[in-house]
């Protein structure tokens, strides 16, 4: 058999699995057959951990201890609240992973112990970090950290020359990469993005439009925090079904509050209104395209294809935009949302010996730099802090990676005993105008004279991560060199215990419903689910037949799945709450 090596997607809303099987792509689903796994985790009334859809159907009963969209804290300090327990982004990832890898498990019979996750483009050093730190966390080596539109573009076969703009657009981040690609060779010239950027912002704008349109009730909603979270994802959903339609009804009586105070939602929202607030966002992405080409040196005459790929490109605004903004059509991939996880299975499959022939050639989207004072800058007196010091480049933007490149800077003092250099990484002239790395520290020096050289290696590897050295050259020996600054780089053991923690946290199986039975959570749903539905059809006694006859079949299936605990619960949920978007 060969080696289990998987491709992931890590996303911010949706995470996938896959490799290759016997020559052919495959994304691993779950039971009911869904590849896509919501990127949620929360935990049960018994203080079990759950991920996935489970969590999600459970977040509007606890959306304090549920945690979506967790990508968007990678690489920060952050911690967050999962049921009752505390924990660092990564291991929250790492929950996610393990759920992901259950499932491959469960597909190809034996666990996977190597990866190659997908991250944003536009994610910088901390954030990569933070993955693999996940990825580690999860009892994974990761071989490799790849871009995310780098992957969508490989499974484009074409076998002609092309210049491809692959533009990403999900639920939490944007990134834009300009590829060129022949027959066995894909390679990037050009990366940009916003890592907070998103489907995730859209709703969350949605939601203060409803609300303002609430009008005074809004103060009840928004101190109640399962309410606020009924809400969005009414408006997330409404927001989907909106791109196929032009007006949706948002219906959710008692949606807050209690007695004369109850907030009652019932409110038309229509395309338009997405599209209001999805304009802005839009912009800013156009902006990324333009800087993207700039660096490419490319103009939009010379694509030869235009491929708009996440979940939030389904949006039909966003194909007239960016089609307008370079005159030329545009192609919404009928993957949106897969087609990451296809570009990363095929690595997997590759990185375990399946033949693939592309050769993949990725770049480094920021600049990294180290903070050093600029000699002109002494004409105006020293600088005041490290924040104020010049930023001096030593590897640049756009550098395609592996690579290894070196510079050569000098003491500032006589008999100096430490050298100590801030890395930085982003385009800013001055170390405080960039996101900072850690330092670079050279400790116990010999005596030497002033402008001493020292020099700098920064070698970045496959995934974009940074391994920097710095070496005092007139000492010869080499001198202790620490990036124990960085405080992204796990220590094993830190690792160790992180690991610890969230295998036992794994170890808390819920308690699963019978095989083929729903659970209680669900079943709780389906009940307000079905109250909801009457009150909607007792207020719109004008709703056309033929919507009000699809409610009510819904309806009929979705109480008999109920009666009988039936595992289809939870899919008739989500219907009957589809045919009520059209109660208009
Ligand atoms: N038909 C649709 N119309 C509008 N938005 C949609 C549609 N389908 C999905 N979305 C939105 O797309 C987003 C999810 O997209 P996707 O699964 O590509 O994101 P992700 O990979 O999890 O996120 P990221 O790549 O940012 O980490 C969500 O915000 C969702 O609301
Ligand atoms: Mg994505």
């Known amino acids: 058999m060969q080696d289990n090596v998987v491709g992931i997607d ?16 495959k994304l691993f689903g779950d039971a009911s057959g869904g590849e896509l796994m919501p990127s949620v985790v929360g935990m049960d009334e018994a203080g079990a951990i759950l991920v996935g859809r489970a969590a999600r159907n459970r977040r509007v009963l606890d959306p304090q201890g549920t945690v979506v969209s967790v990508k968007r804290r990678m690489g920060t300090e952050e911690r967050v609240r999962v049921g009752k327990r505390e924990l660092t982004p990564p291991q929250v990832s790492a929950l996610i992973l393990g759920a992901l890898l259950d499932r491959a498990q469960a597909a190809l019979g034996a666990r996977p112990d190597r990866a190659i996750i997908t991250v944003p483009a536009w994610f910088n050093d901390a954030q990569r970090e933070a993955t693999r730190n996940a990825g580690e966390i999860a009892g994974l080596r990761v071989e490799r950290l790849v871009n995310e539109p780098t992957a969508a573009a490989l499974t484009y076969q074409t076998g002609s020359e092309e210049c491809v703009l692959v533009y990403d657009l999900g639920g939490g981040t944007f990134d834009v990469s300009i590829l060129d690609r022949d027959q066995d060779f894909l390679e990037v010239k050009a990366s940009r993005g916003d890592t907070q950027l998103g489907g995730d912002d859209i709703d969350r704008e949605l939601c203060e439009l409803v609300l303002k349109r609430i009008g005074s009730a809004r103060e009840n909603v928004d101190r109640d925090p399962r309410a606020m979270t009924r809400l969005v994802e009414a408006v997330e959903r409404a927001k989907i079904a909106l791109s ?38 839009v912009e800013r992405t156009l902006r990324c395209i333009d800087e993207a080409l700039a660096d490419a040196g490319t103009k939009p005459n010379a694509l030869s294809r235009v491929l708009l790929v996440g979940g939030s490109s389904k949006m039909p605004i966003v194909a007239t935009m960016v089609s307008k903004h370079l005159g030329m059509p545009v192609q919404v ?66 550098t395609v990676v592996p690579v290894e490149r070196s510079r050569t800077f000098y003491t500032t003092h006589e008999n100096q005993d430490e050298v100590r250099v801030p890395v930085v990484q982003g385009e800013g002239p001055r170390v405080g105008d960039n996101t900072w790395l850690g ?108 919507i009000r006859d699809r409610v009510q079949a819904a309806m009929k299936e979705l109480g008999e799945a109920q009666s009988a605990g039936s595992e289809r619960t939870q899919e008739l949920i989500d219907k009957l709450s589809d045919a009520l978007l059209d109660m208009t």
Not at 341 to 349: C, P, Q, R, T, V
């Open 244 to 281: 196929d339609r032009e007006e949706v009804r948002l219906f959710d009586p008692f949606l807050a509050g209690e007695g004369d105070r109850a907030v009652h939602l019932d409110l038309p929202l229509t395309r338009a209104d997405v599209e209001q607030v999805a304009r802005p966002l």
């Open 333 to 398: 991939d009928a993957e949106a949302d897969r087609a990451v996880a296809l570009g990363a299975s095929m690595l997997a499959g590759r990185a375990a010996g399946a033949e693939v022939a592309e050769v993949l050639v990725d770049i480094t989207p920021h600049t990294l730099s180290v903070g050093v004072l600029d000699l002109m800058d002494l004409d105006y007196g020293a600088p005041e802090g490290e924040e104020d010091l010049a930023a001096a480049p030593v590897v640049p933007r756009d």
């Open 10 to 25: 890590l996303g911010t809303t949706n995470s996938l699995i896959g490799t290759i099987v016997e020559g052919k792509i």
């Open 439 to 546: 330092h670079l520290t050279v400790e116990g020096l010999p005596p030497s004279p002033a402008r001493s050289p020292v020099e700098v290696v920064f070698k970045l590897d496959l995934s974009g991560v940074l391994h920097a050295t710095a070496k005092h050259v007139p000492s010869g020996r080499a001198a202790t060199v620490t990036f124990a600054d960085s405080p992204y780089r796990l220590t094993a053991q830190k690792r160790g215990a992180a690991r610890k923690e969230v295998e036992e946290l794994r170890a808390l199986v819920p308690q699963a419903p019978a095989p083929g039975k729903a659970s209680e959570s669900e079943l709780s749903l389906a009940r307000s689910m079905l109250q909801r539905a009457e009150r909607a059809l007792a207020a719109s006694p004008d709703a056309e037949a033929s």
